[in-house]
């Protein structure tokens, strides 16, 4: 079936109340041809028929506001940054400056591209959650694919920053944490907290406080790490990084055409799986008081700047720090934490701590979207959203119990790059795979923007497929690279 045929074969109804944002009223025909974004023909009889607007539940200070253009674009910040951008110093160590530097600005552009089109096609819909959008346009064999590919993501994120709340922890009161008794006590009152924390979020007009405090501690790590840099680099305690020796591949062995370009499509899904927030930007964007074109091309261009500068001078400092960069940036292990690079270790890693413990509910957004949709709205009351809730974070507390409890052995069996493998091809699906197939299947397939959508869909598909082929090379034979 045709593009053409499949538009006309279905019939796109309004969204449901909850995901149909109240405040998109407009007043006059001005008004309706600047909330649409896109020339496309279904959704514009649609736009004047939403509701009026009604906020009188968000009176307040402007700045405190959850339907604001700040408050929304703190929280799509928060839902981009998080534990993935430690890793970038050790891509540029490894990779080299231009090599780094070539890979990061074109996943900037493929990542900012596609939630472009995913922001003109939120416009147009008024559809404030991508299951949504993907169940009506798509299908519900896509809504699976949805559905199964950000569980995995989100699971592997829950896992690795429980992972390193629980090490922070236990290197802050020794030896003792490693007794059975403090660890059950830790992961019981993990639990309690974790449940509090994402039963709040359960009401996304609260979720820009969150998103306050979480920036608040990210400055704090990131001016940190820039002035630990500046001193050692001044001292000469770090020899100067910006030589030819690592421009290309410094740290690179063996040097083959086949491991340079397994390491590049390694690169790629990580700055990818860092950078991607496909999943919780509809329902961030849907929160404002009024959804137009004008007011979502500026809050993404504003968001995504600063996303960017923050991951380049993550990148860059996080080089510089040292003459040998760690695999992670503010891991227990790493030698620039324990050798007092930060002068307040203990208040740093609450610091830490709260960082990633408020993360995990702004990621659960995804989850909660998907049950959502999957179970319908009206049938989730709230005790059945505690029981999920629940359920969730009890497995990956066990889990993560289990990690620690029996580290060697899980060692052995690679997990962590187990979930990266398929962190990364799922990471493709969400961030090119379904922006791009969505806007198509409304706008067309001939379009200057769909093509340009192909294009890097097909260049992103291609490179997922390598890395996480190679990812399971080295778990399978425990080999870095291809002889």
Not at 144 to 172: G, H, P, R
Not at 222 to 238: K, P, R, Y
Not at 244 to 250: Q, V
Not at 432 to 442: G, T
């Amino acid at each position: 079936m045709s593009i053409e045929n499949h538009m006309e074969s279905f019939n796109i109804e309004q969204p449901p109340n909850y995901y149909k944002k109240r405040g998109s009223g407009y007043s006059d025909a001005s008004d309706i041809s600047e909330e649409i974004s896109n020339d496309n023909i279904i959704f514009q009889k649609d736009n004047s028929s939403l509701e009026t607007s009604d906020h009188r539940e968000n009176k307040g200070c402007y700045c405190l506001r959850g339907d604001t253009e700040i408050s929304c674009i703190l929280n799509i910040i928060v839902s981009s940054i998080g534990g993935g951008c430690f890793s970038f110093p050790y891509i540029v160590y490894e990779g080299g400056i231009m090599v780094s530097l070539i890979c990061f600005m074109f996943v900037t552009f493929s990542i900012y591209y596609s939630i472009d089109l995913l922001r003109s096609f939120v416009v147009d819909t008024k559809y404030y959650s991508f299951s949504l959008m993907t169940e009506t346009i798509l299908g519900s064999l896509w809504l699976k694919i949805y559905a199964f590919s950000s569980f995995t993501i989100y699971t592997s994120m829950e896992v690795s920053y429980l992972s390193s709340i629980y090490i922070y922890i236990q290197s802050m009161y020794g030896d003792d944490f490693d007794n059975i008794f403090p660890n059950i006590l830790f992961f019981i009152i993990s639990i309690i907290v974790e449940i509090i924390i994402f039963l709040y979020i359960t009401k996304i007009a609260n979720v820009h406080l969150l998103s306050i405090i979480i920036i608040t501690c990210f400055t704090i790590m990131l001016i940190s790490l820039i002035i630990a840099s500046i001193v050692a680099n001044w001292t000469g305690q770090v020899e100067s990084k910006f030589i030819s020796e690592n421009l290309y591949f410094p740290n690179l062995l063996p040097k083959t055409i086949t491991n340079k370009i397994l390491k590049i499509s390694s690169y790629l899904m990580v700055y990818t799986y860092a950078y991607s927030y496909h999943s919780t930007f509809p329902t961030l964007i849907g929160n404002l008081s009024n959804v137009n074109n004008s007011k979502t091309k500026r809050v993404h261009l504003i968001s995504f700047g600063i996303i960017f500068l923050a991951y380049f001078l993550i990148s860059l400092f996080g080089f510089i720090v040292s003459n040998e960069v760690p695999n992670e940036l503010f891991q227990e292990n790493d030698e620039l934490f324990n050798g007092g690079w930060v002068t307040f270790r203990k208040p740093f890693k609450y610091i830490l701590i709260f960082f990633l413990l408020f993360l995990l509910p702004i990621r659960f957004i995804v989850l909660r979207d998907n049950y959502i949709i999957l179970i319908g709205k009206k049938k989730v009351t709230f005790l059945k959203e505690l029981t999920i809730v629940v359920i969730f974070i009890i497995i990956c507390n066990i889990l993560v119990f289990c990690i620690v409890r029996f580290e060697k052995d899980v060692k052995d069996l690679q997990i962590k790059n187990l979930f990266q493998a398929f962190g990364g091809i799922f990471g493709v699906i969400i961030s090119f795979c379904l922006p791009v197939v969505n806007y198509v299947s409304v706008n067309g397939k001939y379009k200057i923007k769909s093509i340009i959508g192909y294009l890097i869909l097909g260049i992103f598909v291609l490179t997922g497929i390598l890395a996480t082929g190679h990812t399971f090379y080295q778990i399978f034979t425990g080999k870095s690279d291809l002889d």
